[in-house]
């Protein structure tokens, strides 16, 4: 706190309480935490943590809340510190095509800023317009055009991080380029809270694509959408977007919007390429898919490609039509894509739960969406066996459990499967250089479940 700083906001109501004790994974922890503190400052975030550390207070650092892996929940014992007050935009450096931002400023509204001046914040998760950059900062968040631009971690140059006891960490640069140290900037990325607090982040900014074009096309099923998916790859073209939808997501899209996107196929691909070649890139595209297609198109025309986006943008509100609707996130080598889907269909068909995909392709990143219904417990029974199944699959295909939502505290029994003792025993370490009492996000994303 500093002169004329009113300090934080410390709120102790039950409703603040309740607010502030989880995220949008469905975990529903057992008690409330002993409180919220809303920061404005770095000073603010400095004072709660040194007297989290004088008192042996957890700590847990909180965004916009919308997380999907219940890493942001806390409960009784912990204090939450809730940095989305800290939402300026500080500074945004044309020429050098970089952004200086408090934690709080929510994605889409870092992206529109960059786009008055033709730039892109690239980092897009469909979450955009309700997450903030802290919060996609700390869970390397991916989105559909990481594709080509690349996840989170690609855009942060540098970070300002007040550590467990207070003192204050500067990290990278404000240059593309750089190598002096370790590069304590990829480690924080990806961190879920456990190493320190991001106050300020430098980002990378890319100029905004003027040219766009769109390929859709159907196929017989899913296995051939995604051999066309790899098709893509192969002819050297890098589509910002490249996307898979299964046939049971078509059929919600279709009882939601009226459309008869399953009539056309069981699987739909949507591939978008952009820059200077963007229509010749399509091209390609096109002729890469048309061995295996049923019938495909592309076009330049935004209103055309808003409607052949539908079914990929309106895929999640069209399942949660149909009740709970929760969402995995596994990836695997692009390669096995087809038989990641397949095999979800095999889960789906071993435990009654009612499964849909639409995939990331670009990145083999698969979302299976669990629809369950209203008020089923998901982490508990079939859902949650359905969930863990399909963690397995991922693995044994040469995967991984999360590709972009993180570990948080819903994923932790199969860290040390996926990642070895070994590099469990140099994760530990790493925590305990940052955080020696193990008061930030304790018992998250790093740890045994
Ligand atoms: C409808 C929907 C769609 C989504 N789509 C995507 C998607 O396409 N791609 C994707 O990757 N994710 C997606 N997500 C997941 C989620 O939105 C992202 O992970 C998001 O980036 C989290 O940001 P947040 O501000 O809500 O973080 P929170 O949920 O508040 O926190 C997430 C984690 O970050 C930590 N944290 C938050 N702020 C800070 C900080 N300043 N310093 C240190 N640690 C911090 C928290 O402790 C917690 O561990 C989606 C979620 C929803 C609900």
């Known amino acids: ?12 109501d039950r409703a603040s309480r309740e607010a502030a004790s989880t995220d949008w994974s469905g975990h529903r922890p057992a008690g409330l935490p002993d409180g919220v503190v809303r920061a404005r400052s770095t000073e603010d975030v400095v004072a709660v943590l040194r007297r989290a550390t004088a008192e042996r207070t957890p700590v847990v650092t909180r965004g916009a809340g919308t997380g999907l ?4 929940s806390a409960t009784t014992g912990e204090l939450v510190l809730d940095v989305s007050g800290m939402d300026r935009v500080l500074d945004l450096r044309v020429d050098d095509q970089v952004a200086v931002v408090e934690p709080g400023v929510l994605v889409a509204d870092l992206d529109a800023a960059a786009a008055e001046h033709g730039l892109m914040y690239a980092p897009d998760p469909a979450s955009a317009a309700l997450a903030s950059v802290g919060g996609s900062i700390a869970t390397n968040a991916g989105g559909l055009r990481c594709a080509k631009h690349g996840a989170t971690r690609e855009a942060v140059l540098g970070l300002r991080v007040v550590l467990a006891d207070g003192r204050v960490l500067r990290t990278g640069r404000a240059t593309t380029k750089g190598v002096a140290g370790y590069d304590l900037t990829a480690l924080l990325v990806g961190s879920e809270g456990t190493l320190g607090v991001v106050v300020e982040a430098t980002l990378r900014l890319r100029p905004r694509p003027r040219q766009q074009a769109t390929t859709s096309a159907f196929f017989a099923d899913v296995a051939a959408a995604a051999r066309a998916a790899v098709a893509v790859t192969r002819a ?4 910002a977007v490249l996307e898979l939808v299964d ?11 009226g459309t008869d996107l399953r009539a056309r196929g069981a699987a739909l691909l949507l591939a978008q390429t952009d820059g200077e070649g963007a229509a010749a890139e399509a091209e390609a595209v096109l002729a890469a898919v048309s061995a295996e297609a049923l019938e495909a198109e592309t076009t330049t025309d935004p209103a055309r490609a808003a409607e052949l986006m539908t079914a990929r943008r309106e895929a999640l509100p069209a399942l949660q039509r149909l009740g709970q609707a929760v969402i995995e996130d596994v990836a695997v080598p692009r390669s096995r894509l087809a038989d990641a889907v ?14 849909a995909v639409f995939a990331h392709a670009g990145d083999g ?3 299976p969406v669990l629809v369950v219904p209203e008020g089923e417990d998901v982490l508990s029974g079939a859902p949650w066996d359905a969930a863990c199944q399909v963690f397995a699959l991922a693995q044994r295909l040469g995967g991984t459990l999360t590709g972009e939502h993180g ?3 819903l994923k932790r029994a199969w860290l ?3 990642l070895g003792d070994v590099s469990m025993d140099v994760h530990a370490a790493v925590k305990a250089a940052f955080d020696p009492l193990g008061i930030l996000n304790p018992g998250k994303a790093v740890v045994d479940g």
């Not at 706190?1 to 102790?12: A, C, N």
């Not at 892996?69 to 942001?72: D, E, I, P, R």
């Not at 997501?249 to 939601?256: F, P, Q, W």
């Open 69 to 72: 892996a219940g890493a942001a």
């Open 407 to 409: 570990v948080g505290l």
């Open 247 to 257: 046939a049971a997501t078509l059929e919600a899209v279709d009882a939601a919007r």
């Open 416 to 418: 040390r499967e996926e």
């Open 365 to 367: 990143n698969l979302h």
């Open 1 to 12: 706190m500093h002169d004329g700083d009113p300090g934080p906001q410390v709120l102790v």
């Open 236 to 239: 050297g073209v890098q589509p």
């Open 342 to 355: 397949t095999g979800v269909e095999e889960v789906s068909r071993r435990t009654g739960v009612r499964i």
